[in-house]
């Protein structure tokens, strides 16, 4: 079983940045590739950002590109999101997810088998 518990989210005006983390447990983190993903109101769940088990790729959605890096540090079993020049559009839950092929990314919220419970980002205008 892995747990995933996010961190980080807050209230921040737009044009400031936030740095979300990820803590995982309960199993060897390097074996997973991670993802963030988010939920504004009123919307379904979108893809923000994936990384490989080493950091060595990663993707974005076009939304969030130039703006947001999402890394990993696999001796502290955790994954970050670091979020720039925020807008009031990035306003969602954002939710981390572990996913098994820990070789290939991927953008579907059905290939990630394990979720935090969120954490909650505003960005006021």
């Known amino acids: 079983q892995v747990q995933l518990v996010e961190s980080g989210g807050g209230l921040v005006q737009a044009g400031g940045s936030l740095r979300l983390s990820c803590a995982v447990s309960g199993r060897t983190f390097s074996n997973y590739a991670m993802g963030w993903f988010r939920r504004a109101p009123g919307k379904e769940r979108e893809f923000v950002a994936a990384?490989?088990?080493?950091?060595?790729?990663?993707d974005y959605a076009d939304s969030v590109k130039g703006r947001f890096t999402i890394s990993r540090d696999n001796a502290k079993n955790t994954v970050y999101l670091q979020m720039n020049s925020l807008k009031p559009e990035d306003t969602a839950v954002y939710y981390c997810?572990?996913?098994?092929?820990?070789?290939?990314?991927?953008?579907?919220?059905?290939?990630?088998?394990?979720w935090g419970q969120g954490t909650e980002v505003t960005v006021s205008s």
């Open positions: 990384i490989n088990w080493s950091g060595g790729d990663t």
């Open positions: 997810a572990a996913k098994r092929n820990r070789i290939k990314l991927s953008t579907s919220e059905y290939e990630y088998g394990y």
